[in-house]
């Protein structure tokens, strides 16, 4: 199985979405959320992205509903989709729940939600990886 391809994607470009609702003046920063992830074992696993606001402007910046004329499948990030060509593939977060403006950039580690009252990434961090994870075995 390959890679790449090309495929026709169709939806709504996102600065066309921030014409009819601008940002504040102050807001540099969206951050896409998609909160239908599910981890290894089926539990929620909610990520995001963060985009710098001219990407998101970029004429061919994209919150996609179709894939080559048809709408959006589940496996292809149904029901809304970011295609941004200017930036690597892993930011073309599939299954958007929820877009956010900032002004300071979002941060978590590996874009994974960071819950808690510490500082974000170091403490998510901490809590996943300095610790021992023991796992249910499988036979």
């Given at each position: 199985m390959n890679w790449s391809a090309i495929a026709w994607w169709g939806g709504l470009r996102f600065d066309d979405l921030l014409r009819a609702y601008p940002p504040m003046s102050q807001a540099k920063w969206v951050r896409l959320e998609s909160s239908v992830n599910r981890g290894p074992w089926g539990n929620p696993?909610?990520?995001?992205?963060?985009?710098?606001?001219?990407?998101?402007?970029?004429?061919?910046?994209?919150?996609?509903?179709?894939?080559n004329g048809k709408p959006l499948t589940v496996e292809h990030g149904a029901p809304l989709r970011l295609v941004a060509p200017v930036k690597l593939g892993l930011k073309n977060i599939k299954a958007i729940?929820?877009?956010?403006?900032?002004?300071?950039?979002?941060?978590?580690?590996?874009?994974?939600?960071?819950?808690?009252?510490?500082?974000g990434a170091r403490e998510h961090f901490n809590k996943i990886y300095r610790k021992p994870t023991f796992h249910p075995r499988t036979s």
């Open positions: 696993d909610p990520y995001f992205v963060s985009l710098d606001l001219s990407t998101a402007r970029h004429p061919q910046t994209l919150l996609a509903t179709h894939l729940t929820r877009i956010n403006l900032y002004v300071r950039r979002a941060s978590g580690l590996l874009g994974k939600a960071c819950q808690g009252s510490g500082s």
